[in-house]
Nanobody
Framework: QVQLVESGGGLVQAGGSLRLSCAGS????????MGWFRQAPGMERDFVAA????????YYADSVKGRFTISRDNAKNTVYLQMNSLKPEDAAVYYC????????????????WGQGTQVTVSS
């Protein structure tokens, strides 16, 4: 079992930056692919970014390429999402995810979820 706890959400103006963190605990052999999804009200939970173990490959949704960067600190069991040049359409609840690289296909392929953290972007 893996527990994921997100932090770092908040309110930011358009064009600003935020860094989300996700601390994992539970399994000591955490070689999962880690990722981020987001869900706006009334919308599906969409893939944002993922990073494989130990950080060899990264994947991004087209909508965030060049603006968001995913990274992981394996010694701390923590994954980060640096979000720059934020837009109002980036506003959503952001969820940390653990699973396999297949997660980038859809939220149905995620093994574990965090509780989510709200990101609000004012225009």
């Amino acid at each position: 079992q893996v527990q994921l706890v997100e932090s770092g959400g908040g309110l930011v103006q358009a064009g600003g930056s935020l860094r989300l963190s996700c601390a994992g605990s539970g399994r000591t052999d955490n070689t999962y692919t880690m990722g981020w999804f987001r869900q706006a009200p009334g919308m599906e939970r969409d893939f944002v970014a993922a990073i494989t173990w130990p950080g060899r490959n990264t994947y991004y949704a087209d909508s965030v390429k060049g603006r968001f960067t995913i990274s992981r600190d394996n010694a701390k069991n923590t994954v980060y999402l640096q979000m720059n040049s934020l837009k109002p359409e980036d506003a959503a609840v952001y969820y940390c995810a653990a699973g396999t690289p297949a997660m980038r296909v859809g939220f149905q392929l995620v093994d574990y979820w965090g509780q989510g953290t709200q990101v609000t972007v004012s225009s």
